[in-house]
């Protein structure tokens, strides 16, 4: 495919006439600072979304794909913002939403508002998000203004307004402690699933939400026939080792063509019984949606461990099809608010190695010392790959205090690679004496 078959498909390009100021490539990152203080904020794009970390976005309700600030304004152009909601979020209309915003702060800044500075690369950037993309220009160099861009009329699209869900976080689910896999206890007899790659998914018996109480704008086909008597644990799910475009899916509102043919809610608990045995919920749940037959809920299956090298092989097995883990379940427990040994994971992490290349200062308990070791990736002889990354995790207060030494070889352990090859959740295991 060429690059400009490429950049027609690209549906960001122009939104009903505007074009943004700046073309940022999917993956690529550029960095903004702040006007009250020297803080850098990261503006990233990632398929149709485009992030900023500022406390503004992140505050901003909505899906990530329904969100602006006015560093996102400054860098594209408050006329392509407005258009960009309006197309992913026809609903804000009120003079509270950003979309109503955006033409009152282009105001301010031509009456001499400050532009925000872009144009430093991240570490992201480095790792190679954008492989194969054009650097971002940067906004400052761009010859586009916001008042221009503003102007450009556009046709209004008569589309039912998505209703605005409000954060729910009366609701903790139970969560899995680990299971070592030399020194966990006996597993025989508990119940085994597997750990699916997906978005947690709780249904409240109106929508789903994250485990954070977040929610989740799932299409009205998709939660039509789902009941509205009883409370359900599951994970949004597409298919093994498709993480991040799930995550992009069900976080992204007023797309229900995405979910079509690809989302489904795996079920393994019904919180509504939480006092009943784990056997009799799932037994339940089973029974429930027997009778629903809704083609895209299923509930999970689970298998009873006759031993640790029963578990084990189940696991290998798993991992050898692109799965995450499994999850061992306590025959006979109850539905935990928090935390449990009740529910464990099992998982196979890899080891690999990268050079310290800085050290990056902690928050709350760690704002005195190191809160993560900022990596170069190292290949299979010892190379750097120039792919940075941080590993935060794994670290003792002590080696938080006294962290291995700029051009020191560390050992991290993580579970895969994600789609810009980082790995995700990297632990770090220690330091190479070699």
Not at 117 to 128: A, M, N, P, Q
Not at 159 to 173: G, H, I, T
Not at 213 to 233: Q, R, S, V
Request: with cysteine; charged share 30%.
């Amino acid at each position: 495919m060429s690059r400009t078959e490429v950049r027609t498909k690209d549906k960001l390009l122009e939104i009903n006439g505007v074009k943004p100021k700046v073309i940022l490539p999917d993956g690529t990152t550029l960095n903004a600072t702040s006007e009250s203080s020297d803080r850098l904020y990261t503006m990233k794009r990632t398929g149709d979304h485009y992030y900023c970390t500022c406390p503004a976005w992140r505050r901003a309700a909505g899906a990530v794909n329904s969100r602006t600030c006015k560093h996102l304004q400054s860098l594209f152009g408050v006329g392509y913002e407005e258009a960009r909601l309006e197309l992913t979020n026809p609903s804000t209309t009120s003079a509270s939403t950003p979309s109503s915003n955006l033409k009152r702060r282009a105001v301010k800044r031509a009456r001499g508002e400050r532009k925000v500075k872009t144009g430093v690369v991240s570490d992201e950037e480095l790792s190679g998000a954008g492989a194969g993309a054009k650097p971002a220009r940067s906004a400052a160099g761009s010859s586009s203004s916001s008042s221009s861009a503003a102007g450009v009329a556009r046709p209004k699209r008569k589309v039912e307004p998505v209703q605005r869900l409000a954060k729910d976080v009366s609701f903790k689910p139970l969560l899995a402690e680990k299971w070592d896999i030399e020194k966990g206890k006996d597993p025989k007899g508990y119940l085994i699933s597997e750990k699916l790659d997906g978005v947690r998914a709780y249904w409240n018996g109106k929508n789903f939400q994250s485990r954070e109480g977040n929610p989740f704008y799932a299409p009205e086909w998709f939660t039509k026939k789902m009941p509205k008597d009883i409370c359900l644990d599951g994970e949004l799910f597409t298919t093994r080792g498709d993480f991040q475009k799930c995550v992009s899916i069900v976080r992204t509102q007023n797309n229900p063509d995405a979910w079509k043919f690809s989302v489904s809610y795996q079920i393994f608990d019904c919180p509504s019984k939480g006092d009943e045995p784990f056997e009799d919920r799932i037994a339940f749940v089973q029974e429930t949606f027997k009778k629903l037959r809704i083609r895209w809920v299923h509930v999970l299956a689970h298998t009873e461990c006759k031993s640790r090298k029963h578990l084990l092989d189940m696991l290998d097995d798993i991992c050898a099809k692109g799965g995450e883990g499994l999850m061992l379940r306590e025959p006979g427990s109850a539905y935990v608010n928090g935390r449990s040994k009740t529910l464990l994971k099992v998982k196979r992490f890899l080891d690999a190695d990268a050079i310290v290349r800085g050290h990056e200062r902690g928050t709350g308990k760690n704002a005195n010392c190191t809160g993560a070791l900022r990596v170069e990736m190292l290949d299979a002889k010892g190379r750097p790959t120039g792919k940075l990354f941080k590993i935060g995790s794994g670290l003792t207060d002590q080696q938080r205090r006294s962290p291995p030494k700029i051009g020191a070889t560390v050992i991290y352990r993580y579970q895969e690679l994600s789609n810009s090859g980082t790995p995700r959740f990297p632990t770090f295991v220690g330091e190479r004496a070699d």
